[in-house]
C-alpha cells in the first residue's frame, strides 16, 4: 500500500489539477487507445455478433492481415484521440474538484441540512461531478473527429483537422444534447459512488486517500458511471459515427435501434467497456486522485 501523503494542502492548486489529470489521460491513452477502438466499433455494428464475423467486425479491412497489422489497425485517429483525451482528462478530474469547491463555498448549507453531514458531503462531490459531465460537451468535436476516425474513416476524405473544423462548423456538435444526457448521471455516478466508496471505507479526508482507497473508490464510480450511461453513450457513438453531411436524430437512431436491435442493443459495447473498467477508467482516476495531491505539495 502506497503512504498517504501526508503534507497536503487541503485545497490543490490549479496546476497540480491539470498536471495529475493531464499526466492521468497521457497515460491512459498510450495503455488502452486499442481497447476503446474495439468498443466504439462494437457498438456502431448494427448486425450480430459471433465468433464468424467478429475479426471483420474488429479488424474490418484488416481482419486477414498478419497479427501485427491487425494490431496497429486499432490505433486509428490517435492523434484526434490524443488530443481529446488529454483534455477531457484534465477537465473532468481537474474541473470536477473546482466545481465542489465552488458548491462548498456557496451551498454547504443547504446539500447539510438537506442529507445531513455525510450524506452531503458526498452528494456535493457527485453533483460537481454532473456539472462537470455537462461542460464537458465543449470537447466534443475533438470527441466527434476522434470516433469517426476509429468507425468511419471514408467520412473525412482525405482532409486534415483544420479544413475539417473549418468546413463542418456547428456539424461536430452533433448529438450534444444526447451527450449532455449522457455525461450528467454517468459523471455523477462516478464522483457520487468513488465518494460514497471512501466514506464506507473511513476516509474523511479525500485528499489523503491512499493509493488502494484511490482504486477501491475508482472501481466504483467507474462501474456505477459506464453501466448508467451505456445506453445513451451508444445513440451518442451511432450519431458522431455517421458522414458530416448526414444529419441523423437522436430519437430515430433510438427507435430504429428498439425495432431492429431490441432493447439489449442499446447495451451493446457495455461487456468490453466494463472489461475496461478496472485498466481504463480505474487506472486513470485512480492515478489523477493521486498524483493531484501529490503535485499539490510542490506547486
Known sequence: MAPIVSNVKSRESATARILGSGTS??????VFH????IAKRLMSNKTKVSFSNISSVVFRDHAAASIPKRFLSLFPGLGYAAGYKVAQRIYKFGGQPWFNDLIVSRYKTQFTNT????KGKMMMQATAGSLTGIGEVVLLP?????????????????????RIFLEEGTTLYRGWGWTMARNAPGSFALFGASAATKDFLGVTDYHRATWTQNFIASVSGAVASITIAAPLDVIKTRIQNANFETRVHGMKVFRDLIREEG????????????LVVGPKLVFSYTIAQSLIPWFANYV
Open 34 to 37: 486499442p481497447v476503446d477502438t
Open 25 to 30: 489521460g497521457v497515460a491512459e491513452l498510450l
Open 263 to 274: 432493447v439489449r442493443g442499446l447495451f451493446k459495447g457495455l461487456t468490453p467497456k466494463i
Open 115 to 118: 442529507f445531513g453531514e455525510r
Open 142 to 162: 475533438l470527441d466527434a473527429l476522434k470516433i469517426k476516425r476509429q468507425v468511419n474513416p471514408e467520412a473525412f476524405r482525405g482532409r486534415g483537422v483544420v
